[in-house]
């Protein structure tokens, strides 16, 4: 039944209009790239692999916003789940099981654009070679892994939110917060660590410890700029960052259980 629920979740996600809009929006900016690196003609590798790293970070976003938060939320609203957990599904197995078909969606979308990526990268390279530069495409494949675990976090907080938010619509601005948060709040610690000259409000500086130790640091996740200037990422950081994104999910996945355990379904 777990394979059953993993699956569906896949398949439902696939038939989702917004993937392939998201996707269709994917592919052009992957051609204006191309485009763009033909106007620019100076650091090309650079301009090239930022460009594609973001379009992959912004499209998965999507993904996770406008069809990863809509699927369990229609499960409820169309009472749907009762047909699982009536056939003896425990509620921690189906949610594990949501969460896990999600993750397989985000998996599929992410290599597509990984493979999108690749291949415009390749071709500007082959057109623009004089101005390309050193990008390394071993770390362009692993910075679009990095990019999957921050989705797998943000899919793990949008489930933990959806379990406490009376409408989708306050889960979809939740999980756009806790984005926002955890993409800014390292620089903004550090921004205020160093201007101790400045007087600060000792409420904001608790706030944004707060902020930058209870949500995740997707900052951790960003190799744009590693891969786009070829500088070396060791396979100690790397590891780090993965344990620290399968610690952190698996810590907000138990809350979330948790909640959909005690969560009076009507």
């Known amino acids: 039944m777990l394979q059953a629920i993993i699956k569906v979740t896949f398949l439902e996600g696939l038939r989702n209009k917004a993937v392939y809009g998201i996707s269709l929006m994917a592919g052009l900016m992957m051609a204006f790239t191309v485009v763009l690196s033909g106007m620019i003609l100076r650091d090309v590798g650079k301009v090239a692999t930022d460009f594609t790293l973001s379009t992959a970070t912004f499209a998965s976003l999507l993904v996770v916003l406008f069809v ?4 369990l939320a ?3 609203e ?3 789940i009762y047909l699982a957990l009536s056939r003896s599904v425990p509620r921690s197995r189906y949610l594990i099981a949501r969460f896990l078909g999600l993750g397989l969606l985000q998996a599929f979308v992410i290599f597509l654009l990984l493979v999108a990526s690749l291949v415009t990268l390749l071709l500007v390279k082959n057109m623009y070679a004089s101005y390309f530069g050193t990008v ?3 770390l362009v494949a692993l910075a679009h892994l ?3 675990v921050q989705m797998l976090l943000l899919t793990a907080l949008s489930i933990l939110f959806s379990m406490v938010a009376s409408s989708p619509f306050v889960t979809f601005m939740l999980t756009t917060l806790a984005w926002l948060i955890g993409s800014s709040t390292q620089e903004v610690k550090m921004l205020i660590e160093s201007a101790e ?3 600060v409000s000792p409420v904001v500086k608790v706030l944004v410890t707060l902020a930058y130790y209870l949500f995740p640091n997707f900052t951790l996740f960003d190799l744009k700029a590693t891969a786009a200037h070829g500088l070396s990422f060791s396979a100690g950081n790397a590891v780090f960052v993965l344990l620290y994104g399968l610690g952190y999910g698996v ?3 138990s809350f979330a259980v948790l909640l959909f355990k005690r969560k009076e379904l009507t």
């Open 78 to 80: 169309r009472k749907t």
């Open 74 to 76: 229609r499960d409820l």
């Open 68 to 71: 990863g938060i809509t699927i």
């Open 197 to 199: 000259p400045v007087r």
């Open 136 to 138: 390394s495409l071993g």
């Open 251 to 253: 810590v907000v996945m």
């Open 146 to 148: 990095f990019v999957l």
